[in-house]
């Protein structure tokens, strides 16, 4: 097998288009695959931390193009929940030369469209949704449920936390539910300025929080989502909620808080969901990347960044080890992933990220291009 091998990717998640941005500017013949019919814009917000925009930079200055667009915060801002005390102010922007790029939040689905952008578009198959795969240690057999199959060499997994591949693989096993939810909505820029928003804020009670951000550069749209505890019985990703449920999770908060509430819309709730470390992360020609191994609870703002630099790390393994010992390669892989990942995972699920005072900089100044690859 060569550069010219033939790579499909399951899931056109942050993840999977990374690796297929990533992987077609090394010569590989990529195949990206989803099961949605197209392209749709989550009405959300997301945060990248320069540990990201450094990964971006190599698809041809995709982090210049998300920099003139995003809210470029100078501070993460730790508030208490009744009084708004700081309980820390951490720098992001104020020391971006230190973390050696940008920290940018931003509407997930300006971000994920300017990612697609970064992918050749004759290399994107919507509506293919994987059910079945063979690896018969030469190639891989893919098998949608179009009825269409496909015959690839190397088959990376990034179909998310309820990943068919991982399924098949180590077992079926339904995700945990951590007891948590998060409400999401999206409100007026100006409503927020009015209340003298921070430009990045979390306001944290004993047990749960609420997250504030702005979306864009001229901060037309402000963002809430929040980690609470409750109840969860649907088999549903995401149900709508209401301005009056999510008034009642967070009675007693501070007025500024009541007041980005008071001026939601829409309001939707979804379900935080985990699974323990797997022993692996791949086995023969399969490869598996972001929350098909390793999903975690939201709170470090990471798990998408942890994907992207999963697709990124396994890029520079695939292009710099070669694809004739897979067992190499992808070991190596793993072996360079799985510590980080792991403590990201372990951090995020246990939500105490930057509620004091704190270093962010192994996470925010580590560049994946700096690794030593050994296998
Ligand atoms: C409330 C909340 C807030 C968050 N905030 C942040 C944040 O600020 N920063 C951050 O970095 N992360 C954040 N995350 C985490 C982040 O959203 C996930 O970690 C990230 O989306 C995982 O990316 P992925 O590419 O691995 O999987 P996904 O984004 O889940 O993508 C998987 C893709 O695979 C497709 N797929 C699934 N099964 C199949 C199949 N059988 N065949 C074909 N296609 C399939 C799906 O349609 C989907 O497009 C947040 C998560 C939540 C819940």
Redesign the pocket.
């Known amino acids: 097998m060569s550069r010219g091998a033939r790579i499909g990717i ?9 690796a297929a941005g990533l992987l077609q500017r090394q010569g590989f013949d990529v195949v990206l ?4 019919p197209g392209f749709s814009r989550l009405g ?6 320069p540990n ?1 925009l450094k990964i971006l930079s190599h698809l041809d200055g995709l982090d210049k193009k998300l920099e003139r667009i995003s809210c470029l915060p100078d501070y993460w801002v730790s508030r208490k929940w009744d009084d708004g005390t700081v309980l820390a102010k951490i720098p992001l922007n104020a020391e971006r030369a230190r973390y050696g790029a940008p920290y940018i ?1 931003i509407h ?1 689905g300006d971000l994920h469209q300017e990612m697609l952008n970064c992918v050749e578009p004759q290399r994107v198959m919507w509506d ?4 079945d795969f063979t690896d018969n240690g030469q190639t891989v057999r893919l098998e ?2 179009n009825g269409k199959t496909d015959t690839v060499d190397i088959l990376v997994a ?8 991982r399924e098949k693989m180590f077992g079926a096993e339904e995700a945990v539910y951590t007891g948590w939810i ?1 409400h ?1 909505a999206i409100i007026p820029g100006v409503a927020a300025k009015a209340l003298g928003a921070d430009v990045n804020a979390k306001w944290w009670s004993d047990d749960r929080h609420i997250v504030c951000y702005y979306l864009d550069r001229n901060e037309d749209e402000f963002y809430l ?1 929040t ?1 609470e505890p409750a109840e969860w019985t649907s088999r549903a990703g995401q149900l709508p909620s209401s301005r009056a449920e999510f008034k009642a999770a967070f009675k007693g908060y501070h007025p500024m808080v009541q007041g980005y509430i008071d001026a939601t819309e829409t309001v939707t709730k ?1 379900p ?1 969901k985990t699974r323990a470390p797997l022993p692996a992360w791949y086995e023969g020609r399969v490869v598996l ?4 191994c390793h ?4 709170h ?9 630099e ?1 697709a990124a790390v396994l890029a520079r393994c695939l292009g710099e080890l070669g694809t004739s010992d897979l067992e190499k390669t992808f070991g190596t892989y793993f072996q360079a992933r799985r510590e980080r990942a792991t403590k990201v995972q372990t951090i995020s699920n246990a939500n105490t990220w930057l509620r004091q005072p704190e270093d962010p900089y192994w996470c925010y100044g580590d560049d994946i291009y700096d690794l030593k690859l050994t296998s």
């Open positions: 399951i899931g056109a998640g942050m993840g999977g288009v990374a695959y989803d099961q949605a959300a917000g997301i945060q990248f931390g990201v939040t997930r293919h949704k994987l059910v949608f449920e990034a179909d998310g936390i309820n990943s068919r591949i998060a999401r989502v980690g979804w935080l990347l972001g929350d098909s999903p975690m609870k939201p470090m703002a990471q798990g998408a960044a942890m994907a992207v999963d």
